[in-house]
């Protein structure tokens, strides 16, 4: 347990971690990390790419088996990054870490094709590229790492104060939410496991006003701490009877709205008419 605390103290503030040792009992994964991180510690010669599979495919089956699609997202978003940080951070400690490196991210990449896990997402926080042409011109690794508090992701509103409370307060008064303090929470820095109560006949009005409070033009808000958002904000969001929205559900209606606009008119009226008024302070 020693060594698992000291790499998530270098790279997650306190709530963060306790975030992570909460996941970890939930999902009965302490033991397993535990082990395997004793076993690159301790170890004269260990093996890398095993123990970088075993932990590979511990967390990701262990996802596999929960459920409910809101408490998944959250896990997944709590792990992003996790990963990457464990293994590398292990394995740059030895004098051969070039050709461990090479040799680990080759087991991880055929292990993600076998089980079906999305390579591209799990090692999104750190250039691996760049690592492998380091590597080729025998030079040292120069590891991307975002800034600690960008660690778990977290949306960040970056348009004007009152337009959030204008948009809350609307949203409210129109019935697409119970509260307005936990809308607002989608745009802090919170950790805590909160749930939006967002209302199970207006799912694409959500779709909508994301689409285009991300609007390259007058952007709302951004992403902190990985690229794509529509799987965070599925994490929080259920229906009044507290029912996740099917997985993928806004990614999808998204990308149906931007090919078929003319089929959500009256959407696009009604959630227009919301983002009009705010701009308008």
């Not at 000291?6 to 909460?22: E, S, V």
């Not at 932990?55 to 262990?62: G, H, V």
């Not at 998944?72 to 051969?96: A, H, M, Q, T, V």
């Not at 492998?132 to 690794?141: N, R, V």
């Amino acid at each position: 347990m020693e060594h698992l605390k000291n790499i998530l103290d270098k790279h997650y503030f306190q709530d963060q971690q306790r975030a992570l040792f909460i996941a970890f009992d939930e999902l009965e994964l302490t033991n397993i990390l535990t082990n395997s991180i004793r076993e690159f510690k301790e170890s004269e010669n260990p093996c890398y790419s095993t123990i970088s599979v075993i932990i590979l495919t511990s967390i990701n089956e262990q996802l596999r088996k929960v459920q409910d699609n809101s408490k998944k997202g959250l896990y997944e978003i709590l792990f992003s990054g996790l990963f990457n940080r464990i293994i590398l951070d292990l394995i740059k400690e030895r004098e051969d870490f070039q050709s461990k490196i090479k040799e680990t991210m080759n087991s991880i990449e055929t292990c993600c094709r076998i089980y079906g896990y999305d390579f591209q997402m799990l090692t999104s926080q750190l250039d691996f590229q760049k690592i492998l042409k380091d590597i080729e011109y025998g030079q040292s690794p120069k590891f991307i790492e975002r800034e600690k508090n960008n660690q778990v992701m977290h949306l960040e509103w970056i348009a004007k104060p009152a337009w959030l409370q204008t948009l809350t307060h609307d949203l409210h008064k129109n019935k697409y939410i119970k509260s307005r303090q936990d809308f607002e929470k989608l745009f802090h820095h919170d950790p805590s496991d909160f749930q939006i109560l967002w209302n199970g006949d207006k799912k694409p009005h959500l779709a909508y006003l994301f689409l285009k409070m991300n609007d390259s033009s007058e952007r709302m808000f951004k992403a902190v701490g990985g690229r794509g958002y529509w799987k965070f904000i599925e994490s929080r969001v259920v229906d009044y009877s507290s029912q996740p929205f099917t997985e993928n559900y806004l990614n999808k209606t998204a990308s149906n709205i931007r090919k078929n606009i003319g089929e959500f008119s009256q959407i696009a009226k009604e959630m227009d008419r919301i983002l009009n008024s705010i701009k308008g302070l």
